[in-house]
């Protein structure tokens, strides 16, 4: 009798490609705040050039630019590779070293326009205190991370994260530097109303604010200082000397009406009659060349940005990743809102940069690793 060998069957696994798993993980991928970056970016390019086509033919401001943010991109791909609970263990190890380049430079810093904020060697500088926002935001994150209390936060809870704030703003203001210290601060009392603190304790802290006011405006800012917020109550009472910026800036913005100049049509800055166009006014050249049409389109393209921030805070699934999402997005908010309403003439001028539309390259690469670690919470939210 034949028997007929019986062969088992064979299934053949159909091999994934890899390449399509790297497609899938892609088509996951959230690109936005990344996308927007380079949208704002690009903005900020754009008008820089015209900012600086006049004085600037030898110099090219906006090649250095470029290359800032080249170099933050390359950090970004670095930070987007690891997971952002890294941050946490080396919170306080980032946070001291950024507070020995602040000590460093009131002994070995370069001295510009009557301030003393950069370190470096020969044309390569840095700003520390653009780098302390960041820092003290992880080192606060950190902080609360690790806390466990439930009743409410008493004063007495927050002498030790008060001083995590104010060792640096104390270094920062002896630069000086204003407007760096103010947004720290602003930042602190950002993440603080997100935590749950007593009422009385609010109550208690205003009341000293309020009471420490007048003892800070006359011990605590320097006289040129005290004269922007004289001039900033009344611009015309000095309209050559501490009022001309605010007064310059507020003509550059009213100028540009309903639809602006055009690009590079702007007078204000391109007859130098606005001081420091490429820094902290880069948004009065844009208002003046765009109008008002062209503010809508720019602060919607923040608002844009600053809503899918809080939505990587919102959909993070730790407290370390909320309070770093929601501390960064302070730092952009009041950098945004300090910055316009200082050259619109509603706030007093304190020397605060546009995110990526300003030239700075300390200030540019903090905001590109900003948006670096906002991008790798909200793709690794719920990797542990």
Same mark, same amino acid.
């Given at each position: 009798?034949?028997?007929?060998?019986?062969?088992?069957?064979?299934?053949?696994?159909?091999?994934?490609?890899?390449?399509?798993?790297?497609?899938?993980?892609?088509?996951?991928?959230?690109?936005?705040?990344?996308?927007?970056?380079?949208?704002?970016?690009?903005?900020?390019?754009?008008?820089?050039?015209?900012?600086?086509?006049?004085?600037?033919?030898?110099?090219?401001?906006?090649?250095?630019?470029?290359?800032?943010?080249?170099?933050?991109?390359?950090?970004?791909?670095?930070?987007?590779?690891?997971?952002?609970?890294?941050?946490?263990?080396?919170?306080?190890?980032?946070?001291?070293?950024?507070?020995?380049?602040?000590?460093?430079?009131?002994?070995?810093?370069?001295?510009?326009?009557?301030?003393?904020?950069?370190?470096?060697?020969?044309?390569?500088?840095?700003?520390?205190?653009?780098?302390?926002?960041?820092?003290?935001?992880?080192?606060?994150?950190?902080?609360?991370?690790?806390?466990?209390?439930?009743?409410?936060?008493?004063?007495?809870?927050?002498?030790?994260?008060?001083?995590?704030?104010?060792?640096?703003?104390?270094?920062?203001?002896?630069?000086?530097?204003?407007?760096?210290?103010?947004?720290?601060?602003?930042?602190?009392?950002?993440?603080?109303?997100?935590?749950?603190?007593?009422?009385?304790?609010?109550?208690?802290?205003?009341?000293?604010?309020? /009471?420490? %006011? $007048?003892?800070?405006?006359?011990? =605590?800012?320097?006289?040129?200082?005290?004269?922007?917020? #004289?001039?900033? &109550?009344?611009?015309?009472?000095?309209?050559?000397?501490?009022?001309?910026?605010?007064?310059?800036?507020?003509?550059?913005?009213?100028?540009?009406?309903?639809?602006?100049?055009?690009?590079?049509?702007?007078?204000?800055?391109?007859?130098?009659?606005?001081?420091?166009?490429?820094?902290?006014?880069?948004?009065?050249?844009?208002?003046?060349?765009?109008?008002?049409?062209?503010?809508?389109?720019?602060?919607?393209?923040?608002?844009?940005?600053?809503?899918?921030?809080?939505?990587?805070?919102?959909?993070?699934?730790?407290?370390?990743?909320?309070?770093?999402?929601?501390?960064?997005?302070?730092?952009?908010?009041?950098?945004?809102?300090?910055?316009?309403?200082?050259?619109?003439?509603?706030?007093?001028?304190?020397? /605060?940069? %546009? $995110?990526?539309?300003?030239?700075? =390259?300390?200030?540019?690469?903090?905001?590109?690793?900003? #948006?670096?670690? &906002?991008?790798?919470?909200?793709?690794?939210?719920?990797?542990?």
């Amino acid at each position: 009798m034949n028997h007929s060998s019986i062969e088992s069957p064979t299934f053949e696994e159909s091999p994934v490609s890899s390449a399509g798993m790297y497609e899938d993980e892609l088509k996951k991928f959230n690109w936005n705040l990344i996308a927007l970056e380079i949208l704002l970016f690009g903005i900020g390019i754009w008008n820089l050039i015209s900012a600086t086509g006049v004085q600037d033919k030898s110099l090219g401001l906006y090649k250095t630019q470029l290359l800032w943010f080249g170099i933050g991109m390359c950090l970004t791909v670095v930070i987007l590779l690891m997971h952002y609970s890294i941050f946490s263990r080396l919170a306080y190890f980032i946070y001291f070293a950024n507070l020995v380049l602040l000590g460093a430079v009131l002994f070995f810093g370069k001295s510009s326009l009557g301030a003393k904020r950069w370190i470096g060697v020969g044309a390569f500088r840095i700003q520390p205190s653009e780098f302390m926002k960041l820092s003290m935001v992880i080192c606060l994150a950190k902080y609360f991370e690790l806390d466990q209390n439930v009743g409410g936060y008493t004063i007495k809870d927050l002498v030790l994260p008060a001083l995590l704030v104010g060792l640096p703003s104390g270094l920062i203001m002896l630069q000086p530097d204003l407007g760096t210290a103010l947004i720290i601060l602003l930042t602190f009392v950002s993440m603080m109303l997100f935590l749950k603190i007593q009422t009385r304790t609010l109550i208690t802290i205003a009341v000293c604010a309020m /009471v420490c %006011l $007048p003892a800070v405006y006359k011990f =605590g800012l320097k006289p040129y200082q005290r004269q922007r917020l #004289v001039s900033f &109550l009344d611009p015309t009472a000095d309209p050559k000397g501490s009022g001309y910026n605010s007064i310059q800036s507020m003509i550059a913005v009213g100028s540009g009406q309903l639809l602006g100049k055009g690009y590079k049509k702007g007078t204000q800055s391109h007859l130098n009659f606005l001081p420091e166009h490429h820094t902290d006014f880069i948004f009065s050249v844009f208002s003046e060349e765009h109008g008002f049409v062209g503010c809508v389109i720019l602060l919607v393209m923040y608002l844009v940005f600053m809503l899918n921030g809080v939505s990587v805070a919102y959909q993070s699934n730790d407290k370390f990743g909320v309070l770093l999402a929601l501390g960064i997005m302070s730092v952009f908010f009041w950098h945004i809102f300090v910055n316009m309403g200082m050259v619109m003439g509603v706030l007093p001028i304190v020397g /605060v940069p %546009l $995110p990526f539309l300003s030239y700075g =390259g300390s200030s540019l690469i903090t905001s590109v690793l900003s #948006v670096a670690i &906002l991008t790798n919470i909200a793709n690794k939210k719920f990797m542990f």
